[in-house]
């Protein structure tokens, strides 16, 4: 039996807490280099169309040919855009609302080669495993959207491949759909394809169930001619944009990492709201790679008869391997977390165990109270998982690396079982 919409795991649009890896000061410090790129150093390569769409909305085109963005215009545009949004589906049901800490899964990429399941073989992907590939996405509640995951090499033509590859998409998922074009020529008749299949292009114009991921740059600060062709084509054919960096720290970006994360939000706040008013650069993901001794999982879930429930154990890959938990019911004492952790089989590891390094077991075992009191104190969190929980040495402590919650949008009456 299917499980109902607000049961699912990962149903669309789920609440979560916001990752802050970065203290407000060091992201303040990064938006400024970021201003200070685009006014300062620009962009380069500004294709005909894109300069002058761009110089009417008040960015100044230099006689080194690089196009600059005042900072009082970044600043401006960001004010003024939308604060929410939503990515239609062919069927209203698979509507997705942006906005907030909501979070949806989909898929993306450009493989092109594939495995194939029944055979074993490892070959070139073709338009009907892209096909295929949606109607699995279409069938499974935890994927929300499709973006096309391959690339398919049986397609010669760059115009047969992208009417191709759009109609495999929307012939195999009635979910939002992302897709990409080789040159502007081959948009309007993706087009004509999408007008026919919404009713007519006012009615596709309303629910636009179709996508554009767009690199419109090329890294280092220059533009990519035939993708902000596109962009302009697809922009003018009510088709959302989602704008693609690529830097590559060392090489086409600065080696230090906030240089790189600087560099790419010039890049991608360099069209904000040039070709569309209203246009919303909705945020920038940045995560800062971290090492420990071991990943452990530490989750709660209120269970509608024992209350909120605490559950410890290995985390990250080995969660989905190994079933090596230990639950208690909330709230948890400091003692009971200890013994909680000492029937962890994996945790053995982190006791010295033939020698290895020690982890610090008293800073996880402080999480696991920290959350069964969360949980205990905030009857509307249905559930909260933080995973992975990363070990490191005795007295470094821990670092969550990936946590999420689940929040009620009425608190439950009682005592909150």
Same mark, same amino acid.
């Given at each position: 039996?299917?499980?109902?919409?607000?049961?699912?795991?990962?149903?669309?649009?789920?609440?979560?807490?916001?990752?802050?890896?970065?203290?407000?000061?060091?992201?303040?410090?990064?938006?400024?280099?970021?201003?200070?790129?685009?006014?300062?150093?620009?962009?380069?390569?500004?294709?005909?169309?894109?300069?002058?769409?761009?110089?009417?909305?008040?960015?100044?085109?230099?006689?080194?040919?690089?196009?600059?963005?005042?900072?009082?215009?970044?600043?401006?545009?960001?004010?003024?855009?939308?604060?929410?949004?939503?990515?239609?589906?062919?069927?209203?049901?698979?509507?997705?609302?942006?906005?907030?800490?909501?979070?949806?899964?989909?898929?993306?990429?450009?493989?092109?080669?594939?495995?194939?399941?029944?055979?074993?073989?490892?070959?070139?992907?073709?338009?009907?495993?892209?096909?295929?590939?949606?109607?699995?996405?279409?069938?499974?509640?935890?994927?929300?959207?499709?973006?096309?995951?391959?690339?398919?090499?049986?397609?010669?033509?760059?115009?047969?491949?992208?009417?191709?590859? !759009?109609? &495999? $998409? /929307?012939? =195999?998922?009635?979910?939002?759909?992302?897709? *990409?074009?080789?040159?502007?020529?081959?948009? #309007? +008749?993706?087009?004509?394809?999408?007008?026919?299949?919404?009713?007519?292009?006012?009615?596709?114009?309303?629910?636009?169930?179709?996508?554009?991921?767009?690199?419109?740059?090329?890294?280092?600060?220059?533009?990519?001619?035939?993708?902000?062709?596109? !962009?302009? &084509? $697809? /922009?003018? =054919?009510?088709?959302?944009?989602?704008?693609? *960096?690529?830097?590559?720290?060392?090489?086409? #970006? +600065?080696?230090?990492?906030?240089?790189?994360?600087?560099?790419?939000?010039?890049?991608?706040?360099?069209?904000?709201?040039?070709?569309?008013?209203?246009?919303?650069?909705?945020?920038?993901?940045?995560?800062?790679?971290?090492?420990?001794?071991?990943?452990?999982?530490?989750? /709660?879930?209120?269970?509608?008869?024992?209350?909120?429930?605490?559950?410890?154990?290995?985390?990250?890959?080995?969660?989905?391997?190994?079933?090596?938990?230990?639950?208690?019911?909330?709230?948890?004492?400091?003692?009971?977390?200890?013994?909680?952790?000492?029937?962890?089989?994996?945790?053995?590891?982190?006791?010295?165990?033939?020698?290895?390094?020690?982890?610090?077991?008293?800073?996880?075992?402080?999480?696991?109270?920290?959350?069964?009191?969360?949980?205990?104190?905030?009857?509307?969190?249905?559930?909260?998982?933080?995973?992975?929980?990363?070990?490191?040495?005795?007295?470094?402590?821990?670092?969550?690396?990936?946590?999420?919650?689940?929040?009620?949008?009425?608190?439950?009456?009682?005592?909150?079982?």
């Amino acid at each position: 039996m299917p499980t109902a919409v607000d049961q699912d795991p990962a149903f669309a649009g789920r609440a979560a807490f916001r990752y802050r890896p970065l203290c407000d000061a060091d992201a303040a410090r990064i938006h400024d280099a970021a201003l200070a790129l685009l006014e300062g150093v620009g962009l380069a390569n500004a294709p005909a169309g894109c300069a002058a769409t761009l110089t009417r909305a008040g960015a100044r085109l230099g006689e080194d040919g690089r196009m600059r963005f005042p900072r009082g215009l970044v600043l401006d545009t960001v004010a003024k855009a939308a604060r929410r949004f939503t990515l239609h589906g062919q069927e209203p049901r698979h509507d997705l609302a942006l906005q907030g800490g909501r979070i949806h899964f989909g898929t993306a990429g450009a493989a092109v080669h594939f495995v194939d399941a029944e055979t074993g073989e490892y070959r070139e992907s073709l338009l009907a495993d892209i096909y295929d590939a949606a109607r699995v996405v279409d069938a499974l509640a935890n994927i929300h959207f499709f973006q096309r995951p391959m690339v398919a090499r049986d397609m010669v033509d760059p115009a047969d491949l992208d009417l191709n590859t !759009l109609y &495999a $998409c /929307v012939a =195999g998922t009635t979910k939002h759909v992302g897709t *990409s074009f080789t040159v502007r020529e081959n948009v #309007a +008749p993706a087009l004509d394809l999408l007008h026919a299949l919404a009713g007519g292009e006012d009615a596709f114009r309303a629910r636009p169930f179709v996508s554009n991921p767009n690199p419109f740059v090329a890294a280092p600060l220059k533009f990519a001619a035939n993708a902000c062709g596109v !962009l302009e &084509a $697809c /922009v003018e =054919g009510g088709l959302p944009i989602l704008l693609l *960096s690529a830097g590559q720290a060392g090489t086409s #970006a +600065p080696a230090p990492l906030a240089g790189t994360l600087a560099q790419a939000v010039a890049e991608m706040t360099a069209d904000a709201g040039a070709f569309r008013p209203g246009y919303r650069l909705t945020g920038v993901l940045v995560q800062e790679t971290r090492r420990g001794l071991a990943e452990v999982l530490v989750g /709660v879930t209120r269970d509608p008869v024992a209350g909120p429930v605490v559950t410890v154990g290995m985390g990250g890959i080995l969660a989905e391997i190994y079933c090596d938990t230990v639950v208690h019911p909330a709230p948890v004492s400091p003692d009971t977390a200890r013994r909680m952790l000492d029937n962890v089989r994996g945790l053995a590891l982190l006791r010295g165990f033939r020698g290895r390094p020690r982890g610090d077991l008293e800073a996880l075992a402080d999480v696991v109270v920290r959350l069964s009191a969360l949980a205990t104190a905030r009857p509307d969190v249905i559930e909260a998982e933080i995973n992975p929980v990363l070990i490191r040495a005795p007295g470094e402590g821990v670092v969550a690396v990936d946590a999420l919650a689940v929040v009620a949008e009425e608190p439950p009456s009682g005592d909150g079982r």
